[in-house]
Each structure stands twice: as C-alpha cells, then as structure tokens.
C-alpha cells in the first residue's frame, strides 16, 4: 500500500497500490519521495482501488503487504489483463472472415475483404466497419474462474481456467461480478 485516500481529505476511499519495486538508481525523484513513506525506492506499477464509503480503512496503512487472504478456495473470481498483441493483422485473422475465391481469376485478392461500402450515397465507409488493424494490446476480463488454491507463503492464486494477458504480465483480480448459477 503506498498511499490511501480518506473522504475527508479527498473526497472519496481509495487504496493506492503498487508492485514490482525499482532500483534507487531507476527511479526518479518524485517518486522515490512518493515510495519513501511505503519503505521502497519506486515501484513500476501503481494502481488505485476504489471503496465504498461503507467499507472501512482501518487494516489500510502505507507499507502494508496486502496478501490472498481476504479470498477463499472454491469463490469465483475475474481477472482482468491487458490482452497479448497480435499486430496489425488482415479480415481473415481478425474477423474470421472467409475471403474471396482462390481459383477463377482471383489472383491476389483471396484474402481480400471484399466490398466495404455502397455507392455513391452514402458515399463513405460507415465506422467501425471490420477491417484489418491492430489485434489484441486491449483490456479484456475473464469472468467466473474458479479459485482452485491459495498459496500464502508465496502469495500465488491457481485459478481453473484461462487468464488474459502474456506470460509475465499484470493480472489485476477480484471477486466475481456475475456469479453464473452453474458455479
């Protein structure tokens, strides 16, 4: 925890957090001033969380550790991550589109869209027409994943099910939204 928002001070309940701690000699001064009070040198990700104003800050000071406890094995939770990025792909990759044909005469646009407008009027292509470009690098949240195990000593979750994101990357968790009655 490296900083919490009061109602009273700001207006709202907020939990500052961060993770994976910098060198001294990576961080500038600003942060390593905004770091200090948490007894770190800078982080490379901070997160704000957001409370109710009926939730209670009284476990919340900067320098805690937060740890897995307040989840427990068998709940349903959703991870949220930045999607792996795909670069800037065609129609068929992604859309699923089924392009043109391979023989008769059509002989380099068979992975082609085909037609992307009408005539004259309207005149222009309408927004948010499928078209190639960049894939993936969006946020994207995988709903209702089982919480098989909870490992305090190493503070990992094991979840039964896909996690968004590429290997190494920042997975933000919480407790299901949407609780599905086949869970």
């Known amino acids: 925890v490296t900083q919490v928002r009061t109602k009273e001070k700001d207006g709202y309940q907020a939990v500052q957090i961060a993770i994976l701690e910098k060198k001294a000699k990576s961080a500038n001064k600003p942060e390593q001033g905004h770091a200090k009070k948490a007894g770190a040198s800078g982080f490379y990700h901070y997160e704000e969380i957001r409370l109710a104003d009926k939730d209670k800050l009284d476990g919340l000071v900067v320098g805690n550790v937060l740890s897995p406890e307040f989840m ?8 949220t991550a930045i999607s792996k990025g795909k670069g800037f792909q065609g ?6 589109m ?4 391979k023989t008769h005469g059509a002989s380099v646009s068979h992975r082609s869209l085909g037609s992307i407008g009408n005539r004259a009027d309207p005149g222009k292509t ?14 994207t949240t995988v709903q209702n994943v089982r919480l098989i195990k909870i490992d305090t000593a190493n ?13 190494g990357g920042i997975v933000r968790v919480r407790k299901a939204v949407k609780v599905f009655a086949a869970h």
């Not at 309408?126 to 946020?139: A, D, E, S």
């Open 72 to 79: 427990k094995e068998g709940d349903c939770v959703d991870l």
């Open 91 to 96: 129609g068929m990759k992604r859309f699923h």
């Open 98 to 101: 089924a392009g043109g044909n």
């Open 126 to 139: 309408f927004k948010n027409k499928k078209m190639p470009g960049q894939m993936g690098n969006v946020q």
């Open 155 to 167: 503070n990992l979750l094991l979840v039964n099910g896909s996690v968004p994101g590429p290997k």
